[in-house]
């Protein structure tokens, strides 16, 4: 394409472009205004007919900073819908941007194509579809699905999404509440949401879902607030029953412990002299190991679930939850004590016993912080 040279003063930013792409600042602005002041403008400006630049932008602002007169550039003759695609296609081949950055400019191509939801949506006047925005944007049709649901996030969470403080698949789940919900949960959790786990963050949609009237639009803004502390409240209580089955669990593994020191001790006094019986109790080890670990992960798993609902409680909860923290610590430990005690002459044994109590004292370190 012909490139020419125009004054800068004859060219003028794109309206959109401010909206959807940040203004390179702080020492990226100042190592490329070294780079232009260099080698000069190297890629020349995409403009329309008018002077408005749907690429290059930046390039515009740096040459008036260094008071350059002109520069060179190349004329597109579209219209005012593709010269928005232009404009978004040339900086989403420049720019790293984040997921919220890209579900607003999918959002744009979707209002300017008028894009319908659903089976419909190639049943509109440009007969584009979410393929087509696909395409511009570089992602695959799933993707941009996913990006375009990121806009019915409310702005809080739509900033911790582009901070990187909430994961987007986590935020997707929360797309799915209405604003008065989000808008209820950002003012009970606050950016600690972001500290949720992908399948924490989908049990406290579910659990806001579930507590929704039959008719919610008669819903108060306070209405709605109660609600979903209600549904924070009753997932606390869900993981508390979580974590008490798996004390139960922790429990019943101790009792195994128990019968497994008798079995040993007749091992190691030469009673147990046949081969299969001797494999079957080192079979029964390292399951009962597996059963401990993962009794153990499942129960941290649950208190620190449980813990993150209390944070902001009275302090009766944050004794209660030490109580537990507490008992749990002591069971523990009780169970390192047995296993510590059993004697055996067989290295295979001990190595297993020191195995499984070597797990147990870093877990009780862990309950211990």
Not at 281 to 309: D, F, M, T
């Amino acid at each position: 394409m012909e490139v020419n040279y125009v004054k800068i003063d004859k060219l003028k930013p794109h309206p959109k472009n401010i909206e959807f792409f940040k203004q390179m600042d702080g020492e990226d602005w100042d190592r490329f205004l070294k780079d232009i002041k260099i080698n000069g403008i190297r890629d020349p400006l995409k403009i329309t007919k008018d002077g408005t630049i749907i690429g290059g932008e930046q390039r515009w602002r740096a040459s008036n900073e260094l008071g350059l007169d002109e520069v060179p550039v190349v004329y597109h003759d579209v219209n005012e819908d593709d010269a928005l695609t232009l404009l978004l296609m040339d900086n989403l081949n420049r720019r790293h941007l984040s997921s919220i950055e890209k579900a607003k400019i999918a959002q744009a191509l979707k209002d300017q194509w008028e894009i319908k939801n659903g089976n419909n949506e190639h049943n509109n006047k440009s007969g584009k579809s979410v393929d087509d925005i696909a395409e511009v944007i570089g992602e695959s049709k799933r993707t941009t699905q996913r990006l375009l649901k990121l806009n019915e996030l409310i702005p809080q969470f739509q900033e911790l999404v582009a901070s990187g403080k909430l994961k987007q698949t986590s935020a997707e789940a929360l797309a799915h509440l209405s604003k008065d919900e989000q808008e209820a949960l950002y003012s009970s959790l606050g950016e600690s949401i972001g500290q949720k786990t992908v399948q924490e963050t989908k049990d406290l949609r579910k659990a806001v879902e579930q507590q929704r009237p039959i008719e919610p639009d008669s819903e108060e803004p306070e209405d709605i607030k109660n609600r979903v502390n209600l549904a924070i409240e009753e997932l606390k209580k869900e993981y508390e029953k979580k974590l008490e089955e798996e004390k139960v669990k922790t429990e019943s593994a101790m009792t195994m412990v128990s019968r497994l020191e008798a079995e040993l001790e007749a091992k190691s006094s030469g009673n147990i002299d046949n081969d299969e019986e001797i494999e079957q109790l080192n079979n029964e080890i390292g399951h009962l190991r597996r059963q401990l670990n993962e009794s153990q992960e499942k129960a941290w798993l649950a208190e620190i679930q449980k813990e993150e609902l209390i944070k902001n409680e009275s302090k009766k909860d944050d004794k209660e939850n030490d109580r537990l923290r507490l008992s749990m610590w002591k069971q523990v430990n009780k169970l390192v004590e047995d296993l510590t005690s059993i004697s055996s002459e067989s290295p295979e044994i001990r190595a297993e016993i020191n195995l499984i109590s070597k797990r147990l004292s870093q877990y009780l370190e862990e309950i211990g912080k």
